[in-house]
């Protein structure tokens, strides 16, 4: 993955601003440079006319007067000016007076002037030749220029540095820290703060938009992830209760509400590991509800369905909450668990709801009512007993009450159903029993 250099923005404004710097340095300093030449060449030219024009009269006097020693004092006045290489001066007598470096005359450039009459100015006595040094007016420029230069010079480096300093404190180091944080900042702590370490005197401005900017991102991020934990701790919770309505409706039985045998195969075992971990009683009582078929095969499965939902509220009624449970075993068969129970208070227990079926009228819909019997086999936790056998010795002793007229609860009282006459019990073989009428129920 090519990762693209970093570009501090500081950086690049600097060197923008330097550019700019430097243009406007050739800038200043070409035209302050024109500006100067132009001065000096006029203050030039005003200097040799100004000397001129002081000493020709004084000339004129010399010539008029034929003063020779006059003329070769006002030469050596003249050329005090160091612009004037060279003078010669003429008299119209024919006389010339000369003064100055001959060497400097090729170079030079030469400026008449008359001398006029000290009687009648408009008839000269002379003219005077003047050899003007322009080297000095170059040297005069040169050293303008370099001073401008140096000048707008000094004064841009320290424009630049000045800007310099003032981006990378008040830009650079402020989006630095911005980087930083942004570049640290960890989705959970997502809620923590961005402050920017300004210096003293900060005035609000457009990296202030940005934190604030920043700001705002956090709470709506903050009330996003809020707003989503809620969603998902709702559809969490919508969840739980599906699965738990799920669960419930996997191991209800949905006609009578009563669990089914998953979940009877599934608790079964962890109730009697709990009865033989603390020695506690455990009982079972399978129970069938007689001639149900009948009841379907002549009423239909609608008022069958009734019954059994009849029934099964008949077993919850006699049954402790939260301790006792019943099971729809199959069909019209039913298993009620009694766990911390004794075999003679199972037998009890199963007289009574017994004697409450017996006595539960089932309305129909023509305006008779029903009544119904049911059969009860009681069976107690044994030692080594499992599931199976508990299930099978139950089922024993309802199939003993079914061969012996049903309506009936087995075994009738609290003896131990584990002697010799039990077992002839459970082993001999039954004859078949015919249904009865619905007018015997």
């Not at 406007?24 to 035209?31: F, R, T």
């Not at 003032?166 to 960890?186: G, H, S, Y």
């Not at 911390?340 to 079926?357: F, H, N, Y």
């Not at 030692?383 to 299930?391: C, K, S």
Request: net charge negative; hydrophobic share 45%.
């Amino acid at each position: 993955m090519n990762v693209t250099p970093l570009q501090s923005i500081a950086s690049l404004l600097i060197r923008r601003v330097f550019k700019w710097v430097i243009l406007c340095v050739v800038a200043i300093s070409g035209l302050q440079a024109w500006l100067n030449y132009r001065a000096i060449e006029h203050n030039f030219n005003m200097t040799v006319n100004d000397v001129a024009h002081a000493h020709l009269p004084l000339l004129s006097v010399a010539i008029w007067d034929i003063e020779p020693q006059t003329i070769q004092k006002q030469i050596k006045l003249i050329l005090k000016n160091t612009s004037i290489a060279y003078v010669v001066i003429r008299a119209n007598t024919g006389q010339e007076f000369i003064g100055g470096d001959a060497s400097r005359t090729p170079n030079g450039e030469h400026i008449m002037f008359d001398i006029p009459s000290p009687i009648d100015a408009a008839k000269p006595v002379g003219t005077a030749e003047f050899v003007v040094d322009r080297s000095m007016l170059k040297n005069e420029l040169w050293r303008s220029l370099i001073i401008v230069v140096l000048g707008v010079l000094v004064l841009s480096i320290f424009i630049f540095l000045a800007v310099a300093a003032i981006l990378r404190r008040d830009l650079e180091r402020p989006m630095r820290q911005l980087a930083d944080f942004v570049k640290n900042l960890q989705a959970n702590k997502i809620s923590t703060r961005l402050e920017l370490e300004l210096e003293p005197g900060h005035v609000y401005n457009e990296i202030d938009l940005v934190v604030d900017g920043f700001h705002t991102m956090q709470s709506s991020i903050e009330k996003h992830i809020a707003n989503q934990d809620a969603l998902v701790s709702e559809r969490t919770r919508q969840l739980e209760t599906a699965m738990q309505t799920l669960k419930q409706l996997s191991i209800t039985d949905g006609l009578t509400g009563c669990y089914n045998r998953l979940l009877f195969n599934e608790r079964m075992p962890a109730e009697i590991q709990r009865a033989v971990r603390y020695g506690r009683d455990l009982c079972v009582v399978f129970c069938d509800i007689d001639f149900f078929k009948n009841v379907n095969d002549q009423y239909g499965h609608a008022v069958g369905d009734k019954v059994l939902v009849s029934f099964a509220q008949s077993l919850e009624k006699e049954l402790r909450a939260e301790v006792d449970w019943v099971v729809r075993y199959g069909g019209e068969e039913f298993m009620i668990i009694l766990p911390e129970t004794g075999l003679k208070a199972a037998i009890d227990a199963a007289t009574r709801i017994r004697e409450q079926v017996e006595l539960m009228a089932i309305s129909l819909a023509d305006g008779y009512s029903l009544h119904i019997t049911a059969s009860f086999g009681v069976a107690e936790l044994r030692a080594g007993d499992t599931v199976e056998t508990l299930v099978h010795r139950a089922d024993q002793w309802l199939y003993f009450s079914k061969s012996h007229g049903r309506n009936q609860v087995q075994p009738r009282d609290d003896r131990d159903d584990r002697d010799d006459r039990d077992d002839r019990n459970d082993q001999r073989i039954v004859p078949e029993i015919h249904p009865a009428t619905l007018s015997e129920l």
